[in-house]
């Protein structure tokens, strides 16, 4: 299997954020147990991947996620939206990461297709056909959307679980 030095870039970038990421929610978890003086929680749950899941992440996340709901809003609701839209920017990276370019040249066709059949298309004409991004340029978009999608999310969550149990 033979890879660009793009796709060797964009995967160094994908595992160098993802490895930061698990040692700062490491040393988050374990000093939010140090500052609540449940060291033994730590010692004991962190050794196992249900340990990070139920007690970490869900525990941590489950009132910064409460922060919007349909009874009204908490004190971590501007911390809730920006989770929420973290993740969907960081999802919009995996799209164009992953897709490769006829898959991006379809979709505008089609777009150009079902715009050309609707009354707006008297209104708004293309000078030049509209193609798809090349994979370079798809592939930085896709990185670019990860990376700060990625950045937004763990920071709100970060502040948020931080401030839900000492603010």
Known sequence: CDIS????FYLAMFWM???IGWLTFYWHWKHLTLWSGNVAQFNENSTYLMGWFRDYLWLNSSQLINGYN???MNNLAVWAWMFLLGH???ATGFMFLISWRGYWQELIETLVWAHERTPLANLVRWKDKPVALSIVQARVV????FTVGYIVTYAAFLIASTSSRFG
Do not use: C, I, M
């Open 70 to 72: 349909p009874y009204g």
């Open 17 to 19: 954020l993802n490895t």
């Open 142 to 145: 896709g990185l670019a959307h």
């Open 88 to 90: 969907l920017v960081w």
């Open 5 to 8: 030095a793009w796709d060797a």
